[in-house]
């Protein structure tokens, strides 16, 4: 049986400095040999081509490589690996595309990879660098993990290197007083005195070159980074030296991940997408496993927009009796950067909270915080010049007691800690727990099992007076920002709580009071589940030709086939009965077409039905044309039936296996407009608040009249 493992790379927007024919003449002083790579040991030119007015330059190499695997390649008798490269430089657009193979191995192993040299679209005095490899190893004597290692260790390792090259011989020609290299022009007609076309390489330095023309001159003043929207050569693309700015240092590897996450969001969710360094958060939760970190940040996707979290600061107002008896609150920063947030927990009454407010306020109140602090944290970073990803929380305990361990209170503790891990990973950069009491164990117990493993290892707990001298508070923090109450000289306003009054508690038949959003019923969303033979419907009567149905859902879980249909007999509701355990509980399944309704007579179909994967967010709109019932269908999504003489396809029948316990969930809102009201062809339902507003970067979307059926992903 052979094995199968396939890696991809993608690299972000490098942004050289310099001219693109500048960029070039360095690039070609790699060739034939190159020092500063020591596995690139030297090439052969096998076939080079020009186009007749000289724009088109293309070279074929033979390129030896010494790889670091000496014993595994004399185990398969070979010396050194050679790879194919073909090179096609364009001097009138100014592009050079490399490809790349390997002819070592070619039957075993196959290494793909693809970079190009472009100018830059917003200044054409600088030059961009992007770069794409796959490495696909389909056996090599049983050693293909070992394989695998070394050729991605070797590979990422290769990359930084590169750039490093490239940038060297730059410096090279600077110094040999080669700052400027004219560009292409077309050749002369008869009687026009001849230009040269730019040459690289061994002809470069023979040219005329107007010496401090162009180049050193051409770089920025002041920063050495300028701002993110100066240097990105594309909204779409991440460029390497935002990443650094913004993001911080990252691996090749994990800058791939980012990259490739990133994309797939822009695909599948119309352009919303959250922003960078929300992306990276969930990688880093997930080691950079991109499946993982997909499945966990699509779950709280579609959870924020299902509950409206993006609104969170704009809507919640915090009742009076959180602002005097909730003992937490923001105070300045830690000694590196990040925003500190004081929380006194051992002060705090949470059986008496509870009681009086309930745990869905509490809950609210804490998805407050967080999003306030991913909103510092970006403040933080444009304030400090560096990327400051997270925050610290200081947790004072003293008067901590078993009061504390009251079992409802615990239980809206764990909740909460949930739904934080599930929603707000990699936030936490440190914990700083001081004056822990004997009690503190015990609650320990209790809720570390919920904490992330990565989580747990930011804690750093002083029990009695520990957290005073060196090792403690004063390395964490500046003793210029170590509250009064702890012995600083810095006034805190965090409330200092006390016991709510038992006259604040609610009574058992008003759990909690009308005023407070509930955040997990009051959505503007309903959940669905789609069961296997039983697909989820809904009706829209239409009194009037001239109307606009508007959809959005989410798909949650396995893919599913969306499909309008019209009809001018009512249909009648039959819900289907649960098969699978907490089936009802996983959201609502109606089912409207009748069994015997025949699809042309008793009912027609309005749109061509659209696949819709797991993660995907679909947003779209349908002008009516005559009165009637509309019914929007989800059905699951299976393979396409075989005909008698052909096998099933390999991608349908993986695709049958993933769909686990035949049961698929969605989350959708559906809206009717009048024609006249209707703004183009759903431009994020503006009419229900469906964007990422505190998440989401810039993005754009179309706002164009449609007068026909659109549906969009």
Same mark, same amino acid.
């Given at each position: 049986?052979?094995?199968?493992?396939?890696?991809?790379?993608?690299?972000?927007?490098?942004?050289?400095?310099?001219?693109?024919?500048?960029?070039?003449?360095?690039?070609?002083?790699?060739?034939?040999?190159?020092?500063?790579?020591?596995?690139?040991?030297?090439?052969?030119?096998?076939?080079?081509?020009?186009?007749?007015?000289?724009?088109?330059?293309?070279?074929?190499?033979?390129?030896?490589?010494?790889?670091?695997?000496?014993?595994?390649?004399?185990?398969?008798?070979?010396?050194?690996?050679?790879?194919?490269?073909?090179?096609?430089?364009?001097?009138?657009?100014?592009?050079?595309?490399?490809?790349?193979?390997?002819?070592?191995?070619?039957?075993?192993?196959?290494?793909?990879?693809?970079?190009?040299?472009?100018?830059?679209?917003?200044?054409?005095?600088?030059?961009?660098?992007?770069?794409?490899?796959?490495?696909?190893?389909?056996?090599?004597?049983?050693?293909?993990?070992?394989?695998?290692?070394?050729?991605?260790?070797?590979?990422?390792?290769?990359?930084?290197?590169?750039?490093?090259?490239?940038?060297?011989?730059?410096?090279?020609?600077?110094?040999?007083?080669?700052?400027?290299?004219?560009?292409?022009?077309?050749?002369?007609?008869?009687?026009?005195?001849?230009?040269?076309?730019?040459?690289?390489?061994?002809? %470069?330095?023979?040219?005329?070159?107007?010496?401090?023309?162009?180049?050193?001159?051409?770089? $920025?003043?002041?920063?050495?980074?300028?701002?993110?929207?100066?240097?990105?050569?594309?909204?779409?693309?991440?460029?390497?030296?935002?990443?650094?700015?913004?993001?911080?240092?990252?691996?090749?590897? $994990?800058?791939?991940?980012?990259?490739?996450?990133?994309?797939?969001?822009?695909?599948?969710?119309?352009?919303?997408?959250?922003?960078?360094?929300?992306?990276?958060?969930?990688?880093?939760?997930?080691?950079?496993?991109?499946?993982?970190?997909?499945?966990?940040?699509? @779950?709280?996707?579609?959870?924020?927009?299902?509950?409206?979290?993006?609104?969170?600061?704009?809507?919640?107002?915090?009742?009076?009796?959180?602002?005097?008896?909730?003992?937490?609150?923001?105070?300045?920063?830690?000694?590196?950067?990040?925003?500190?947030?004081?929380?006194?927990?051992?002060?705090?009454?949470?059986?008496?909270?509870?009681?009086?407010?309930?745990?869905?306020?509490?809950?609210?109140?804490?998805?407050?915080?967080?999003?306030?602090?991913?909103?510092?944290?970006?403040?933080?970073?444009?304030?400090?010049?560096?990327?400051?990803?997270?925050?610290?929380?200081?947790?004072?305990?003293?008067?901590?007691?078993?009061?504390?361990?009251?079992?409802?209170?615990?239980?809206?503790?764990?909740?909460?800690?949930?739904?934080?891990?599930?929603?707000?990973?990699?936030?936490?950069?440190?914990?700083?727990?001081?004056?822990?009491?004997?009690?503190?164990?015990?609650?320990?117990?209790?809720?570390?099992?919920?904490?992330?493993?990565?989580?747990?290892?930011?804690?750093?707990?002083?029990?009695?007076?520990?957290?005073?001298?060196?090792?403690?508070?004063?390395?964490?923090?500046?003793?210029?920002?170590?509250?009064?109450?702890?012995?600083?000289?810095?006034?805190?306003?965090?409330?200092?709580?006390?016991?709510?009054?038992?006259?604040?508690?609610?009574?058992?038949?008003?759990?909690?009071?009308?005023?407070?959003?509930?955040?997990?019923?009051?959505?503007?969303?309903?959940?669905?589940?789609?069961?296997?033979?039983?697909?989820?419907?809904?009706?829209?009567?239409?009194?009037?030709?001239?109307?606009?149905?508007?959809?959005?859902?989410?798909?949650?879980?396995?893919?599913?086939?969306?499909?309008?249909?019209?009809?001018?007999?009512?249909?009648?509701?039959?819900?289907?009965?649960?098969?699978?355990?907490?089936?009802? %509980?996983?959201?609502?399944?109606? @089912?409207?077409?009748?069994?015997?309704?025949?699809?042309?007579?008793?009912?027609?179909?309005?749109?061509?039905?659209?696949?819709?994967?797991?993660?995907?967010?679909?947003?779209?709109?349908?002008?009516?044309?005559?009165?009637?019932?509309?019914?929007?269908?989800?059905?699951?999504?299976?393979?396409?039936?075989?005909?008698?003489?052909?096998?099933?396809?390999?991608?349908?029948?993986?695709?049958?296996?993933?769909?686990?316990?035949?049961?698929?969930?969605?989350?959708?809102?559906?809206?009717?407009?009048?024609?006249?009201?209707?703004?183009?062809?759903?431009?994020?339902?503006?009419?229900?608040?469906?964007?990422?507003? @505190?998440?989401?970067?810039?993005?754009?979307?179309?706002?164009?009249?449609?007068?026909?059926?659109?549906?969009?992903?």
């Amino acid at each position: 049986c052979a094995v199968k493992m396939v890696q991809k790379y993608q690299s972000p927007v490098r942004v050289y400095k310099y001219p693109f024919e500048l960029v070039m003449a360095a690039y070609e002083k790699r060739f034939p040999t190159c020092p500063e790579i020591p596995v690139f040991l030297g090439s052969e030119i096998l076939h080079e081509s020009r186009s007749d007015d000289g724009a088109i330059h293309v070279i074929e190499r033979s390129c030896k490589l010494n790889v670091d695997a000496p014993r595994l390649l004399k185990k398969a008798r070979v010396e050194y690996v050679f790879f194919i490269q073909k090179n096609t430089v364009n001097w009138k657009e100014r592009t050079l595309r490399i490809e790349a193979h390997n002819e070592t191995f070619a039957n075993r192993v196959v290494v793909l990879e693809t970079c190009s040299y472009s100018v830059h679209p917003e200044n054409e005095e600088w030059t961009c660098f992007e770069q794409s490899a796959s490495l696909d190893i389909k056996s090599f004597f049983g050693f293909e993990s070992t394989v695998e290692k070394i050729a991605m260790k070797q590979y990422t390792s290769n990359i930084k290197r590169g750039k490093e090259v490239i940038e060297h011989y730059l410096k090279e020609l600077i110094s040999q007083g080669i700052t400027f290299i004219p560009r292409w022009t077309p050749p002369p007609v008869c009687g026009q005195k001849a230009e040269r076309t730019p040459a690289v390489g061994r002809d %470069a330095v023979d040219l005329p070159l107007e010496s401090g023309a162009r180049g050193v001159a051409k770089e $920025q003043s002041g920063s050495s980074c300028p701002p993110a929207e100066a240097v990105s050569p594309d909204a779409d693309k991440l460029d390497a030296d935002y990443i650094e700015r913004y993001l911080g240092q990252l691996t090749p590897m $994990q800058e791939s991940c980012l990259i490739r996450l990133r994309q797939w969001l822009q695909e599948t969710h119309k352009g919303k997408i959250p922003k960078d360094e929300h992306i990276l958060r969930f990688l880093r939760a997930r080691d950079f496993n991109i499946d993982k970190a997909r499945e966990m940040l699509c @779950q709280s996707l579609s959870w924020r927009k299902q509950y409206q979290v993006d609104y969170i600061l704009q809507s919640w107002r915090p009742p009076a009796l959180l602002d005097e008896y909730y003992t937490g609150g923001w105070h300045y920063q830690d000694k590196d950067g990040r925003p500190l947030y004081i929380l006194r927990l051992g002060q705090m009454d949470t059986k008496g909270l509870v009681k009086a407010l309930g745990e869905e306020s509490l809950l609210r109140h804490v998805l407050s915080i967080n999003e306030e602090g991913q909103k510092r944290c970006e403040e933080n970073t444009n304030a400090f010049g560096r990327p400051i990803t997270s925050w610290t929380c200081l947790v004072d305990l003293e008067g901590l007691n078993m009061r504390h361990l009251w079992r409802p209170g615990v239980k809206a503790l764990l909740r909460i800690i949930e739904v934080v891990e599930d929603n707000y990973p990699e936030t936490l950069g440190r914990l700083l727990i001081v004056r822990a009491p004997r009690v503190f164990p015990v609650l320990w117990t209790l809720v570390s099992p919920f904490i992330n493993e990565n989580t747990r290892q930011k804690f750093l707990i002083y029990s009695g007076n520990n957290y005073q001298g060196p090792g403690g508070l004063v390395d964490y923090v500046d003793k210029g920002v170590i509250p009064d109450f702890l012995g600083g000289d810095c006034m805190c306003t965090v409330p200092e709580g006390g016991l709510v009054p038992k006259s604040l508690y609610q009574t058992e038949e008003e759990p909690e009071t009308s005023d407070h959003i509930r955040l997990w019923t009051e959505t503007i969303y309903h959940s669905a589940s789609v069961l296997k033979g039983a697909p989820h419907e809904i009706v829209v009567e239409i009194l009037e030709g001239e109307s606009v149905i508007t959809w959005d859902f989410d798909i949650l879980k396995g893919d599913v086939v969306f499909s309008l249909f019209h009809s001018k007999r009512a249909p009648e509701t039959s819900h289907k009965e649960a098969t699978l355990p907490s089936t009802s %509980a996983a959201g609502d399944n109606t @089912q409207l077409i009748d069994k015997t309704w025949v699809l042309g007579v008793d009912y027609s179909r309005m749109e061509s039905p659209l696949v819709c994967r797991e993660g995907e967010s679909i947003q779209g709109s349908h002008v009516t044309r005559w009165p009637g019932f509309y019914i929007l269908q989800w059905k699951m999504h299976g393979p396409l039936p075989c005909s008698g003489t052909s096998l099933p396809r390999v991608d349908d029948v993986l695709a049958s296996l993933q769909v686990s316990s035949h049961k698929c969930k969605l989350i959708y809102y559906y809206e009717v407009l009048a024609s006249k009201d209707f703004r183009g062809s759903m431009s994020s339902l503006e009419s229900c608040n469906s964007g990422f507003s @505190q998440l989401s970067g810039a993005t754009t979307s179309s706002s164009q009249s449609q007068s026909s059926s659109h549906l969009s992903r």
